[in-house]
């Protein structure tokens, strides 16, 4: 986000974010030195852990809270609350065990 505002001039409020499948937080948990780590980072960054379980991480309110913060529109914000781990029409490490895995695009339209 900050390169395309930095680099590439792109005004926040016009970005359009699309947060994708990825595993929820019920089935994220972590190592302790690892929530610890990761709410740190959070809380270095004034952003709230939001999790309601110990040791699991709420990546998809982490990304959330991020790019708010960075200035986009609710409005541009697209979240399709899909569970990697749940649907098996995707890849999932903790569920499978598999090295497959999803990828993400990112782009600029120039008008
Ligand atoms: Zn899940």
Not at 98 to 105: A, E, G
């Amino acid at each position: 986000m900050k390169a395309m505002v930095d680099v590439y001039g792109c005004n926040p409020a016009d970005i359009i974010a699309y947060i994708g499948a990825g595993i929820c937080e019920e089935h994220y948990e972590v190592s302790e030195e690892i929530f610890e780590s990761f709410n740190a980072s959070l809380s270095a960054e004034g952003l709230c852990p939001c999790t309601n379980k110990h040791r699991h991480l709420n990546i998809r309110t982490t990304i959330f809270q991020q790019i708010i913060r960075a200035g986009l529109r609710f409005i541009n914000i697209e979240n399709v609350q899909i569970c990697t781990y749940e649907d098996s029409g995707y890849y999932s490490f903790r569920r499978d065990g598999t090295k497959n895995r999803q990828i993400n695009l990112i782009g600029i339209i120039d008008e």
